[in-house]
Nanobody
Framework: QVHVVESGGGSVQAGGSLKLSCAASGRIININAMGWYRQAPEKKRELVASITSGGWTNYVDSVKGRFTIARDNAKNMVFLQMSSLKPEDTAVYYC?????????????WGQGTQVTVSS
């Protein structure tokens, strides 16, 4: 079993910064893609940023130039540095990890962390 836990959410004023962290633990043979998603009230969950094991990154257009995703492969962690935050960034942020626990690879999700940006 693989466990995914996010941390670092909170409340900040517009223009501020936050850094989210996500750690995967448990029986892990290999981790491939890691990513951050978010879901605002009454909206669908959307991909914010993703990063492959080789370091290739992908961002949704609305966060390009403001958010940076990075990972620490040795610690099975992924981070999301968020700057110049806007009220529309308010959402629950979820970490997703594709991991192989020895029983085949699949996606694992964290429980989410709230990010609130006030104007």
């Amino acid at each position: 079993q693989v466990h995914v836990v996010e941390s670092g959410g909170g409340s900040v004023q517009a223009g501020g910064s936050l850094k989210l962290s996500c750690a995967a633990s448990g029986r892990i043979i290999n981790i491939n893609a890691m990513g951050w998603y978010r879901q605002a009230p009454e909206k669908k969950r959307e991909l914010v940023a993703s990063i492959t094991s080789g370091g290739w990154t992908n961002y949704v257009d609305s966060v390009k130039g403001r958010f940076t995703i990075a990972r620490d492969n040795a610690k099975n962690m992924v981070f999301l540095q968020m700057s110049s935050l806007k009220p529309e960034d308010t959402a629950v942020y979820y970490c997703k990890v594709w991991a192989d626990s020895g029983l085949g690879g699949r996606d694992y999700w964290g429980q989410g962390t709230q990010v609130t940006v006030s104007s």
